[in-house]
């Protein structure tokens, strides 16, 4: 049946929302983990584990080792991948696209800790005082996945 209107022109539909890829690395001593607290956009100001986007030409762990060389000055003699998490689904996301994020494990951490690149300040923070910071909500449930696994402390 003909109902005389313009048959509306076919919209191609978007093929792949853009991702972005990036790294986080976790140093943890004494029952403190270290955080950045973010001096750029986005979640200025608030804490988070060192780490960035990777660069084209760099595997996750070279990401990893760079970012925490250019946020702490830190090295770590070894990283373990400990999971990968999509941040555009974090509460609160600033993120409009899915941002992956591979969360390493340093072990044998070197250097002296000094805040710098898109670091504000450097902290060592237990659990319990992380809870009470303003902090991105995939750190503190990656740190309390850590204290699980490492500690056997489990969190309501």
């Keep these: 049946m003909k109902s005389g209107l313009p048959i509306p022109p076919v919209r191609p539909t978007p093929?792949?929302?853009a991702i972005i890829h990036?790294?986080?690395v976790i140093c943890r001593s004494k029952g403190r983990f270290l955080l950045v607290e973010r001096g750029r956009e986005p979640w200025k100001g608030w804490l988070a584990f060192p780490g960035g986007r990777r660069e084209a030409d760099e595997t996750p762990e070279e990401a990893a080792r760079r970012e925490l060389m250019e946020e702490t000055g830190l090295g770590a003699e070894k990283l373990s991948h400990f999971s990968t998490v999509d941040l555009s689904q974090d509460?609160?996301?600033a993120y409009e696209t899915s941002y992956y994020l591979a969360v390493f494990r340093a072990h044998g951490v070197?250097?002296?800790a000094a805040a710098a690149d898109d670091a504000a300040a450097i902290l060592w923070l237990d659990i319990e005082e992380m809870a009470k910071s303003r902090i991105t909500a995939s750190t503190l449930t990656v740190a309390r996945e850590i204290v699980r696994l490492e500690d056997g402390k489990a969190f309501a």
């Design 15 to 17: 093929t792949a929302m």
């Design 22 to 24: 990036g790294v986080s």
């Design 91 to 93: 509460h609160g996301s």
């Design 110 to 112: 070197t250097g002296e």
